[in-house]
């Protein structure tokens, strides 16, 4: 009988393993390497995004995605013509595993010098097991990570010349980033420049408690002022090109339909933006609203 139990608790170990071992197919289908701006390229899958900042010093990558992406993502940047070897910084928009469990072959193939938000640092050092939502099936973790240097907001990283801003949109994850950059849009009049949003992440799930209710604290001490200071953080930067660490968050296939015939521009979206944001606010309040109300009853 006890053999009986350990052999279907073993089954179902199994069956829970095998049910996250899966991701979503356009997390894992790659797509050619394309050029944003002068010195950005996107080197992610279909949905995963992954970022390359390509300066006369080396180059940073923003996003090493799944364990199983970064050989997806060093052949876009072989691709390109460049070398892998000459990324020096690796940086997130979150410390999930769809944005983070690829750091620990990143930085052993490239050693890269790995910055990650205040927030974020004890996640990546222990590959998720102290995430705010952890235990959780949709946490999974992954090979922990050293982190190089710890991140506050307004934080800049430079490199040969570019400079990248780290904003602190928490709430999503405790140290989720937004990254701006500004640079000149090839076939855009030489010396004009544009601001480029790369945004972290605004969304969360039934597992998020924003509200205390008996025998359930919120999800973390702060999580309510982190969203509404990410939507007041977001609302605020000045956004002419409109990425994000999903490329669902900016339609990004749809663009790259009218990518060949238009080239970078079709990225440039200022009213994209706001609707993202607005929306996400929306989402975020209705169902702050939602646990307001059932915590009253
Ligand atoms: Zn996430």
Known sequence: MRAFISCVLLLLFCASILAHAEPDPSWTTPIAPFRIADDLYYVGSQELASYLVVTPKGNILINANLATSPSQIRA??????????????????QAHYDHMAGAAEVIRQTHAKNMVMEGDVSVVETGARTDFLSPSPNILTYTPVHVD????????????????????????????????????????????????????????????????????????PGIVQDFQHTFAVLRDLPCDVFLGAHGQYFDMLTKLGRYP??????????????????????????????QQATAAR
């Open 76 to 93: 876009s940047v072989q691709k390109l013509g460049l070398r892998w070897t000459d990324v020096k910084i690796l940086l997130n928009s």
């Open 149 to 220: 240097r710890i991140l506050h907001d307004e934080d800049t990283v430079s490199l040969g010349g570019v400079v990248l801003t780290a904003h602190k949109t928490a709430g999503h994850t405790r140290g989720c980033t937004t990254w701006t950059m500004r640079s000149h849009l090839p076939g855009e009049p030489a010396g004009t420049s544009r601001n480029i949003v790369i945004v972290g992440g605004t969304s969360f799930w039934s597992e998020y408690h924003f509200v205390a209710t008996p025998g359930h604290a919120v999800s973390y």
């Open 261 to 290: 015939q238009d080239g970078p521009r079709v990225f440039i979206g200022p009213a994209g933006y706001k609707d993202f944001v607005a929306g996400a606010q929306k989402t975020f309040e209705q169902e702050l609203a939602k």
